[in-house]
T-cell receptor, first 115, second 110 residues
Framework: EPEVTQTPSHQVTQMGQEVILRCVPISNHLYFYWYRQILGQKVEFLVSFYNNEISEKSEIFDDQFSVERPDGSNFTLKIRSTKLEDSAMYFC?????????????FGNGTRLTVT | GENVEQHPSTLSVQEGDSAVIKCTYS??????FPWYKQELGKGPQLIIDIRSNVGEKKDQRIAVTLNKTAKHFSLHITETQPEDSAVYFC?????????FGAGTRLTVKP
């Protein structure tokens, strides 16, 4: 069964550094999402992306965050200047027709640790 | 925006018993309600979902009910097994924005 893959599985960075988290969504999917999960807490919506632009974003997704689909397969989340509180699991997800018509498929996440 | 509340935060049952997890949502425009199971070190995996035009859906030992008027939806797992132990999340979807509940850690004791 096709799956969403995320790299790296664990990223350690120093405060103030830029990080790029990478995702390869399922190949025929059109809708892409980033979520984050601080340890032991709920899964929080960050952003959704369709047709090469952001569809929705949450209050968490401020100017420090950006997303990009640089080619036909990758979907990236960039954090420009990391803060300690950015430490979390970041999950990428994709769906074929938007979440109402086809469910979200999640990757196994990237654990970001900011020191 | 949408706000999803989930209860209980932890649930412990004996193998073979039933488990019920309840969620409420705030935005009456939400129209899709999936449930996800998250095992340690993995991303959430969809286990069942329900759309706003349906009141109940069942898939083997798992069922979900939806009360649109009250903005409640629930997950029911019957004949629980140790491998059902995980964190379960409900979610509510509106447009391109899906919000999760805080999760329920289910432990099934053999």
């Amino acid at each position: 069964e096709p799956e969403v893959t995320q790299t790296p599985s664990h990223q350690v960075t120093q405060m103030g550094q830029e990080v790029i988290l990478r995702c390869v969504p399922i190949s025929n999917h059109l809708y892409f999402y980033w979520y984050r999960q601080i340890l032991g807490q709920k899964v929080e919506f960050l952003v959704s992306f369709y047709n090469n632009e952001i569809s929705e974003k949450s209050e968490i997704f401020d100017d420090q965050f950006s997303v990009e689909r640089p080619d036909g397969s990758n979907f990236t989340l960039k954090i420009r200047s990391t803060k300690l509180e950015d430490s979390a699991m970041y999950f990428c997800a994709s769906s074929g027709q938007g979440a109402y018509n086809s469910p979200l498929h999640f990757g196994n996440g990237t654990r970001l640790t900011v020191t | 925006g949408e706000n999803v509340e989930q209860h209980p935060s932890t649930l412990s049952v004996q193998e073979g018993d039933s488990a019920v997890i309840k969620c409420t949502y705030s935005d009456s425009a939400s129209n899709y309600f999936p449930w996800y199971k998250q095992e340690l070190g993995k991303g959430p995996q969809l286990i069942i979902d329900i759309r706003s035009n349906v009141g109940e859906k069942k898939d083997q030992r798992i069922a979900v009910t939806l009360n649109k008027t009250a903005k409640h939806f629930s997950l029911h797992i019957t004949e629980t097994q140790p491998e059902d132990s995980a964190v379960y999340f409900c979610a509510a979807h509106n447009n391109n924005d899906m919000r999760f509940g805080a999760g329920t850690r289910l432990t099934v004791k053999p």
